[in-house]
Nanobody
């Protein structure tokens, strides 16, 4: 199994930036592709960004493209989400996710096995 712990959330004004981190432990050798998802009150959880093992392939939801950047440091077993130009609509709980030997396209489809506990991001107008 893989355990995921997110950090870096908080309260920020519109136009500001935050950097989320997701530290993985356990069978990290199986955490090929990883992704970030978010859920706002009253809404379903939605895909935000995904990255493959090498970091050479990334995918983004249209709503965050050009503003968010996903990256990873395999030596630290950590995935990051740099969020710039934040808007109030980005307010949500952000979750890190992965699965055993998943491809990045499978993560994009939300077919993951392991979730973190989430970190709250609040963007004020």
């Amino acid at each position: 199994q893989v355990q995921l712990v997110e950090s870096g959330g908080g309260l920020v004004q519109a136009g500001g930036s935050l950097r989320l981190s997701c530290a993985a432990s356990g069978r990290t050798d199986r955490a090929y592709a990883m992704g970030w998802f978010r859920q706002s009150p009253g809404k379903e959880r939605e895909f935000v960004a995904a990255i493959n093992w090498s970091g050479g392939t990334t995918y983004y939801a249209d709503s965050v493209k050009g503003r968010f950047t996903i990256s990873r440091d395999n030596a630290k077993n950590t995935v990051y989400l740099q969020m710039n130009s934040l808007i109030p609509e980005d307010t949500a709980i952000y979750y890190c996710a992965t699965g055993d030997r998943l491809s990045v396209s499978t993560v994009v489809d939300g077919k993951v096995e392991y979730w973190g506990q989430g970190t709250q991001v609040t963007v004020s107008s």
